[in-house]
Every structure is written in structure tokens, then in C-alpha cells.
């Protein structure tokens, strides 16, 4: 026990800081999600690399997290009642308290408060309050965006987790390396680097551009896959370098085009070459 005098001060944060609401099991949903992509390591020299990213504009609210190799992003509905902000908290604070939000006590929104280094979470009768970190969130926005994709495959999740998942338990080497290869509609997914054996599963895809081939962590790539919450998923490969886009759902009218989506993660490849063409 304690005695009253010895109790801490709480953090002074109040309905003066209130900055928006957002529907409570939406937000809490995101949180969980793209709370994980964060790095874990509290050590790390990169200390935004632990960060949950919230950017609050008019209308909507982007949580964005890193761990160097994974990007997730989600954006959810938003009632501001404030200015414009960018707030980064580490995602292990949130993770941990989130579920304090989500109790018989809590209502069916949250109001996010900001006293400029502290971020506050009230639901209902229940608020926590978590330190902000002062270092800036890295730039993704650039990496993300492109004008157009040199191929898309579009196949269902589940088949794709299946396939990686047998690949994964397969591969012995540091990354669980896949050679993930799309053409004719089809996506193939091969282990590269195993000594115990290979691997070779193929599964119908919804294919658009050319034929491209990409060296990615399959235990990575299921870490990834956790951002989508739609029985499909696109993979969405560029026509140089090492990036796997990922979007939930089937592409829009223009399959090339980068869709707009609420959710969005990006994995970076090991290695990245063109397929051979079909014959």
C-alpha cells in the first residue's frame, strides 16, 4: 500500500485537449493491427522505429507503423475537433493499454486528447494516458505512393497464407526466403534457400502486367498479410527494385493504377529480378 502523499501526480491532460473521436471498436481494431508492425526492440537506436504513427486530418485518422522491413498503414473515419496533427506514441505503450478501452465500462467512440507530449484515450468512464516519443516518425509517404504498378495478382488470402505457411515451415535459412513469381495467372511461390528440401505451390491469381519474380521473407510476408481484413489480396509489384505492395480486396477499374484503400502495407524483397517470360 501506499500512502496518499506517496501516490503520483497524474498527468494533467483535460476536455480542453480533446482533438477528435473515433468510433471505439474501429480504432481499437487498427491499433491491434498496425500496432504490430512496430519494432519491438526498445533498444533500438532508431527509437521511431518502436512508434505507432497518428496523423489526425479533417475526415480521417492514419495509424502507421514500422519495423524497417514491413510498412502497415490504416485509415479510419474521423470527427476532428481540432487542428491537424502528428502524433507518434510507442506502439507497445498502446498495445497495452488499448484493451482497457474495450471493457463494460467503455462507449461506442473514443476521444483523443493531446496536450502536446501526452496522448490521451477516453472511452466512456475509462481514459489512459501514454508519453508521446520526440523523435520523427520515418518518411513512408514517398516509398508507398507510386504512379502505376508494372504487374498486379490478385488471389484469395487464405489460399496465399496456406501456401506460405508450408513454405515457411520448409525454409531453414535466416529469412525463410520464397521466390514469389506472377504470369499467365498464376502465382507461384517456391523456396529458394532451403537445405532441407524445396517447395513449389501455385494458385489461380487475377494477373495484370507483365511477368515479375521477388525474393521476400515468407515469415515476413505473413506479418504482412495481417493488415488484410478481405477474403482477397493484391500483390502489387514494381517494375525495378525490391518493394511488394500489399492492398486488400480486388483492384480497382485500372489494375495497374495504385488504388485507393484505407488499408495498405509494404514489404521490402530480399532480391528482385523479372521472371522469365512464358513460352
Keep these: 500500500l501506499l500512502m496518499v502523499s506517496d501516490y503520483p501526480t497524474l498527468p494533467a491532460i483535460t476536455q480542453d485537449?480533446?482533438?477528435?473521436?473515433?468510433?471505439?471498436?474501429?480504432?481499437v481494431d487498427a491499433v491491434r493491427v498496425v500496432g504490430e508492425y512496430a519494432s519491438e526492440d526498445p533498444a533500438t537506436e532508431l527509437q521511431n522505429l518502436t512508434a505507432l504513427n497518428l496523423r489526425a486530418e479533417p475526415g480521417s485518422l492514419t495509424l502507421c507503423a514500422t519495423d524497417r522491413y514491413v510498412i502497415g498503414r490504416r485509415r479510419v473515419d474521423w470527427t476532428a475537433t481540432g487542428e491537424p496533427t502528428e502524433i507518434n506514441v510507442p506502439a507497445a505503450d498502446v498495445l497495452a493499454t488499448i484493451k482497457a478501452l474495450t471493457g463494460p465500462t467503455s462507449g461506442d467512440h473514443i476521444e483523443v486528447l493531446w496536450n502536446g507530449s501526452l496522448l490521451g484515450l477516453r472511452s466512456g468512464?475509462?481514459?489512459?494516458?501514454?508519453?508521446?516519443?520526440?523523435?520523427?516518425?520515418?518518411?513512408?509517404?514517398h516509398i508507398m505512393t507510386t504512379d502505376e504498378y508494372f504487374a498486379t495478382a490478385t488471389v484469395f488470402t487464405p489460399d496465399l497464407v496456406a501456401v506460405l505457411r508450408r513454405a515457411a515451415s520448409?525454409?531453414?535459412?535466416?529469412?525463410?526466403?520464397?521466390?514469389?513469381?506472377?504470369n499467365d495467372d498464376t502465382l507461384t511461390v517456391q523456396t529458394s534457400k532451403s537445405g532441407t528440401g524445396k517447395t513449389t505451390d501455385s494458385i489461380t491469381a487475377t494477373h495484370s502486367g507483365g511477368p515479375r519474380?521477388?525474393?521476400?521473407?515468407s515469415r515476413r510476408l505473413l506479418t504482412a498479410l495481417s493488415i488484410v481484413d478481405h477474403d482477397q489480396v493484391?500483390?502489387?509489384?514494381?517494375?525495378k527494385g525490391h518493394l511488394l505492395t500489399i492492398h486488400?480486396?480486388?483492384?480497382?477499374?485500372?489494375?495497374?493504377?495504385?488504388?485507393e484503400r484505407d488499408s495498405i502495407a509494404l514489404l521490402m524483397g530480399i532480391t528482385?529480378?523479372?521472371a522469365p517470360s512464358a513460352r
Excluded at 213 to 217: D, E, F, G, I, Q
Excluded at 248 to 259: H, I
Design 248 to 259: 486488400p480486396g480486388p483492384t480497382d477499374t485500372d489494375p495497374l493504377k495504385q488504388p
Design 125 to 141: 468512464a475509462t481514459t489512459v494516458v501514454t508519453r508521446s516519443l520526440g523523435s520523427e516518425f520515418p518518411n513512408v509517404k
Design 17 to 27: 485537449h480533446l482533438i477528435g473521436s473515433v468510433d471505439c471498436d474501429t480504432f
Design 170 to 182: 520448409i525454409a531453414d535459412d535466416q529469412f525463410a526466403q520464397v521466390d514469389i513469381a506472377v
Design 272 to 274: 528482385g529480378v523479372s
Design 234 to 239: 493484391t500483390l502489387a509489384f514494381r517494375a
Design 213 to 217: 519474380r521477388l525474393s521476400l521473407s
